[in-house]
T-cell receptor, first 114, second 113 residues
């Protein structure tokens, strides 16, 4: 069964809206979660690393004020896309892992900004 | 900078026609090479982890191997349900205690009945 749950699976909203995506680890406590973005027919691009109880580490070129990440507990990380615009439309995927174990991924969130 | 290159970009096979997918990588301090399967509209599903050259892992019709420069995912007698995008990723000794993954572009596998 799924060990990482991501919600919602799909969001359609108007330009200027802020959207929150949740990522939960179901069977384990994840000190580190990762947020990826995937464009059609392309691979996963890491956006940021989310560490429980501390500030997220963003990859080069990712606006931290645009993509707010909160990792308040060992089982929950959230990504908020603030003031979303059509160019933010994409497939967002989170993952979680423990120590040297493989990362397990959520089923992604399809974000469409009109 | 870590680099992962997968080939071919797309592979079309007949059911039962065995083949291999390639993943070439350059990474400083490899801490694991991972194979994932991704179905359309879904997140990647973990298949294998390989840590050192010469290591092999098998699961049903899939077998993953690793050398110092590349990994192969061998598919024996594939079935239509094996159709998916196969992703390769490497983990290095990054700035966090749990290293981040760098993904290749993926190979889109289509198996025709």
């Amino acid at each position: 069964g799924a060990v990482v749950s991501q919600h919602p699976s799909r969001v359609i909203c108007k330009s200027g809206t802020s959207v929150k995506i949740e990522c939960r680890s179901l069977d384990f406590q994840a000190t580190t979660m990762f947020w990826y973005r995937q464009f059609p027919k392309q691979s996963l691009m890491l956006m940021a690393t989310s560490n429980e109880g501390s500030k997220a580490t963003y990859e080069q070129g990712v606006e931290k004020d645009k993509f707010l990440i909160n990792h308040a507990s060992l089982t929950l990380s959230t990504l908020t896309v603030t003031s979303a615009h059509p160019e933010d439309s994409s497939f967002y995927i989170c993952s979680a892992g423990v120590s040297n174990q493989p990362q397990h991924f959520g089923d992604g969130t399809r974000l469409s900004i009109l | 900078e870590d680099q992962v290159t997968q080939s071919p970009e797309a592979l079309r096979l007949q059911e039962g026609e065995s083949s291999s997918l390639n993943c070439s990588y350059t990474v400083s301090g490899l801490r694991g090479l991972f194979w994932y399967r991704q179905d359309p509209g879904k997140g990647p599903e973990f298949l294998f982890t390989l840590y050192s050259a010469g290591e092999e892992k098998e699961k049903e019709r899939l077998k993953a191997t690793l050398t110092k420069k590349e990994s192969f995912l061998h598919i024996t007698a594939p079935k239509p349900e094996d159709s998916a995008t196969y992703l390769c990723a490497v983990r290095h000794a990054g700035g966090t205690s749990y290293g981040k993954l760098t993904f290749g572009q993926g190979t889109i596998l289509t198996v025709h009945p």
